[in-house]
T-cell receptor, first 111, second 119 residues
Framework: QKEVEQNSGPLSVPEGAIASLNCTYSDRGSQSFFWYRQYSGKSPELIMS????GDKEDGRFTAQLNKASQYVSLLIRDSQPSDSATYLCAVLPYNTDKLIFGTGTRLQVFP | GAVVSQHPSWVICKSGTSVKIECRSLDFQATTMFWYRQFPKQSLMLMAT?????????EQGVEKDKFLINHASLTLSTLTVTSAHPEDSSFYIC???????????????FGPGTRLTVL
């Protein structure tokens, strides 16, 4: 059973702080990793994709991948109240089209 | 990112009727489209995977005769909930993806979702 694990939270951080969201996955052959943001009552929105070990930065977001540890994380710098949402980690296992989603981490950024 | 639309955004229907939901990729050709369902405060649940011109592949426990999927073109997939009942009330979300360099799925982009309420 391929799994993606996330802490459900809520993770509460003050405005301006760095929010760190973590995810582990079980399928060692996975090649593609994604972070989605989902606001309450809305559909998921792709915010980051990462395919190789290391860091990938896009604006205030940095995705980090460590395939040896089967670990992927998302850092949000200068967190804003508008970042308050559920963040879904998704992994594409080897040789399949189906994303495996974690249950999501709820982030709360307070002023 | 790529744009995926869904129509309608919400629908209320009587028990026993059928409802069709459309999913379109607006600015790219989607080799694969996915249909998900999400109940309140729960995670996404994949219902089926569809490829253009072929039959959809349903996940275990999803009734193919109740949830009819048609993927007529590289930009359009439809989900029809037949003989809907109150327990089918949910948030239905489609996503569309393209193949990467190795022919495997690249990024998936989600539509805005359709909220179905069955009375």
């Amino acid at each position: 059973q391929k799994e993606v694990e996330q802490n459900s939270g809520p993770l509460s951080v003050p405005e301006g702080a760095i929010a760190s969201l973590n995810c582990t996955y079980s399928d060692r052959g996975s090649q593609s990793f994604f972070w989605y943001r989902q606001y309450s009552g809305k559909s998921p929105e792709l915010i980051m994709s990462i395919y190789s070990n290391g860091d990938k930065e896009d604006g205030r977001f940095t995705a980090q991948l460590n395939k040896a540890s089967q670990y992927v994380s998302l850092l949000i710098r200068d967190s804003q109240p508008s970042d308050s949402a559920t963040y879904l980690c998704a992994v594409l296992p080897y040789n399949t089209d189906k994303l495996i989603f974690g249950t999501g981490t709820r982030l709360q950024v307070f002023p | 990112g790529a744009v995926v639309s869904q129509h309608p955004s919400w629908v209320i229907c009587k028990s026993g009727t059928s409802v069709k939901i459309e999913c379109r990729s607006l600015d790219f050709q989607a080799t694969t489209m996915f249909w998900y369902r999400q109940f309140p405060k729960q995670s996404l649940m994949l219902m089926a995977t569809s490829n253009e011109g072929s039959k959809a592949t349903y996940e275990q426990g999803v009734e193919k005769d109740k949830f009819l999927i048609n993927h007529a073109s590289l930009t359009l997939s439809t989900l029809t909930v037949t003989s809907a009942h109150p327990e089918d009330s949910s948030f239905y979300i489609c996503s569309a993806g393209t193949s990467g360099i190795f022919g495997l799925l690249n990024e998936q982009f989600f539509g805005p979702g359709t909220r179905l309420t069955v009375l």
